[in-house]
């Protein structure tokens, strides 16, 4: 997809994946750029808008849990953007001690946000169609044991996002979908990961933690950016160490029919 011209809205576009990719994309000669997030970055918006005064650059205050914010920020952003090319799913947390608030924020708070989207979006309801991104993890093609928690609502993502990429949706609706998978990426997500696991003891596997590669949130975002723009429908991509690898996602069950 060729992003110049374009409508994007992205959600957690204040986070630390979700800034530097919002500057990659304002790279990109957007038409326009909706930011959804619980609070606002003045300082970073009054600096998008100052930079970039051919793109109209909106921000919608989002509470990712709360079906009737969702519902709000597309509602307002649809009136005055008219449509929308590209939704990224960005919002995250990473914090097993939260258990409610880990499903809600990574798992149902993606699939209602797709859903209002698809409203909006899908061609057989007057839509033009598009592309929803959904930023899952390698946590969510790999179970990752120290986080239980987070590796199950973005193993959810990953799946949902699949699901909602079947041809016989695509056909129908217009809408592509695309799971992004980051491995260990600098962010605030990853600070204070003792305090954040699945369970209070100690184990081996937060020294592993601390030990693993990362690479940066420019790196990363480069190659979401790029992700946007090249892969195709169903794509599950692996963003790791600056490098995208496309995943084979074997099939495990294929159901037997009757004759």
């Known amino acids: 997809m060729d992003l110049a011209g374009k409508n994007v809205v992205y959600l957690g576009g204040f986070g630390g994946i979700g800034q530097k990719c919002v500057q990659e ?16 970055n003045e300082k970073l918006l009054a600096e998008w808008k100052d930079q970039h005064p051919d793109t109209d650059i909106i921000y919608q205050k989002l509470d990712i849990t709360q079906k009737s914010d969702i519902a709000a920020a597309y509602k307002a952003t649809a009136e005055r953007f008219g449509h929308f090319d590209v939704v990224v799913n960005g919002s995250g ?17 993606v699939i209602n946000s797709t859903l209002t989207a698809l409203e909006y979006m899908d061609k057989a309801k ?7 991104v959904n930023i899952s993890s390698v946590a969510g093609l790999q179970p990752t044991a120290i986080m239980a928690i987070y590796s199950a609502a973005k193993t959810g993502v990953t799946t949902f996002t699949r699901a909602m990429a079947n041809p016989f949706f695509y056909a129908h609706s217009g809408v592509g979908f695309i799971t992004i998978c980051p491995g260990f990426t600098n962010t605030g997500l990853l600070e204070d990961i003792g305090k954040k696991t699945t369970f209070t003891y100690d184990t081996p596997m937060l020294d592993m933690f601390h030990r693993v590669k990362r690479q940066s949130a420019e790196e990363c975002a480069r190659n979401l950016v790029s992700a946007i723009e090249t892969s195709k429908n ?11 690898t496309e995943v084979d996602m074997p099939v495990m069950w294929k159901p037997q029919m009757d004759n």
């Open 93 to 109: 947390l990473m914090n097993d001690r939260l258990v409610e608030l880990t499903i809600q924020i990574n798992l149902l708070g």
């Open 126 to 132: 007057g839509g033009n169609g598009g592309l929803i």
């Open 234 to 244: 169903g794509a599950v991509l692996m963003l790791e160490l600056g490098e995208t």
């Open 25 to 40: 994309l304002l790279q990109r000669q957007l038409k326009a750029l909706a930011i959804f997030d619980l609070d606002a």
